[in-house]
């Protein structure tokens, strides 16, 4: 493979990280070092010798430092093509010098915009435009140009120059090429969706004109959801929520996409709980819910609500597992198991299921506002905000004679996170603590009702249920109370809202409206 012996290296950066041993490293190899103000500076300082761009150009830095790279003698020296004649006779006529190599990355528009301070004046300021130029020029010129526009990148170039004597190969520039156009495609996309967002009067719109987003393969599936379908795993460039997606898989078999969706639905739902908590989802809905003071006895009580479901089912915790939690894992069979960390000991327990997949998900910052779900229709994409709710229960509108208790609430406050992540129409039937019965994903709500009754049994009396969406009729209610509910959580919001509220009444049942509704389709 053709390599390209690097003499000219053109270093302008914002993220300066680890540069001053990689200039040292060029140098030892006899590569000319060009660079920018800021950078320049910065370089001298650490020792390096440089020679400025505004004094290789002989044309100085202007408006503010807006114009400084943007000179033919820079960008002919990246695009010249080094076997074209024309390239060369143009170069040696006009003064320019071939730049090998390119050490760029960009001015931190995301992290000025993320600001809550932050003028339009400075970030505009922020919107590079010199550098993707330049990084765009040797990308494009990849046979040629060396573009690292990532600074984890420094030890692995300077590795390849010590064995090659000083060169880098035109594979190991592809693939920087690459990497090249994928920076500025995502930075392009982060101006785009911003700008596109922005009124006259400074103020952001909930969306974008036009929506740009870019993810990274994680790792092609052996199948989609059914075996005949090919599918893959992306995540986000830059994931700011605690999610799957960032897992580290201890051990077991290569995840599948049913694995992953499931695994999703599993460590969002754990994660709505401040106490200890273990969640098992089995189809993408919870089969079974319990907190507890620790993780073993919120397993345990997770497993008995629906003990034949959790067959083959995904565990998450929101807590370390420890080994004695670990052993009550090894007693039945399950997929995968999640958790934030996994002590030493139970990693050991864990190992003797050797296809048992083990998950460790770091956790991240809180959820930030304005974070979206996406969801592909042919032809398009449905994009929307994602479904915090900070109800507070207490304060929820008591829209019965009776007042729930206070065990009641806390049994409310629990149903209420969970139907949140049930398929609907949703309906769930708990205690304060523990999960007793789900309706999930049925066509009709009063069906998703005697499902649930059914699978809470004798269970249900004294339980409380949630109800992700409005009842239509008082049919529901009127079950529950045979069941032996005695307390309900639902948005309202129904033109028969009255007949619900009368049937409660009747039957001595304490029903609160949230006012917000939870469908998950």
Known sequence: ????????????????????????????????????GGTAEHLRRAGVPV?????????????????????????????????????????EMHNIKFIDMLVINLYQFEKIIARENSTLDEILENI??????????????????????????YPSILREMNESGGSVSEGTNFKLALKAFQLTARYDGIISNYLGRLRLDGELRPFPETFTFQVSLVQ???????????????????????????????????????????????????????????????????????ISKDLKDAFFKALETDPVSAFGGIVAFNR?????????????FLEIVIAPAFEEDAKVI???????????????????????????????LLVQERDYDGTDIRKAKVVTERHPTDEEYEALDFAWRVVKYVKSNAIVVATKDKLLGVGAGQMSRVDAVRIALMKAGSAARGAVLAS????????????????????????GGSLRDEESIVAANEHGIAMIFTGVRHFRH
């Open 1 to 36: 493979m053709k390599q390209n012996k690097i003499k000219t290296a053109l270093i302008s950066l914002t993220d300066k990280q680890g540069i001053e041993d990689f200039a040292r490293g060029l140098l030892s190899f006899g590569v000319e070092i060009l660079s920018t």
């Open 51 to 91: 020679l400025e761009v505004s004094d290789y150009t002989q044309f100085p830095e202007i408006m503010d430092g807006r114009v400084k790279t943007l000179h033919p003698k820079i960008h002919g020296g990246i695009l010249a093509k080094r076997d074209s004649r024309e390239h060369l006779v143009a170069a």
């Open 128 to 153: 590079d435009i010199g550098g993707p130029a330049m990084i765009r020029a040797g990308a494009k010129n990849y046979k040629y140009v060396t573009v690292i526009t990532d600074p984890e990148d």
């Open 220 to 290: 092609e599936l052996r199948y989609g959801e059914n075996p005949h379908q090919k599918a893959a795993f992306y995540r986000e460039i830059s994931p700011t929520l605690s999610s799957i997606a960032s897992a580290r898989q201890l051990q077991g078999k290569e995840l599948s996409y049913n694995n992953i969706m499931d695994a999703d639905a599993a460590w969002q739902a754990v994660n709505d709980f401040s106490q200890p908590a273990a969640v098992i989802v089995k189809h993408a809905n919870p089969c079974g819910v319990a």
């Open 320 to 332: 370390p597992v420890d080994a004695e939690t670990a052993r009550l894992l090894t007693d039945i």
């Open 350 to 380: 864990l190992s003797s299921k050797k296809n048992l997949r083990i998950l460790e998900v770091p956790c991240l910052s809180a959820p930030p506002k304005g974070d979206f779900d996406f969801r592909r229709v042919v032809g398009g």
């Open 468 to 491: 992700d969406a409005f009842f239509p009729f008082r049919d529901s209610v009127d079950l529950a109370a045979q069941a032996g509910i005695t307390a309900i959580i639902q948005p």
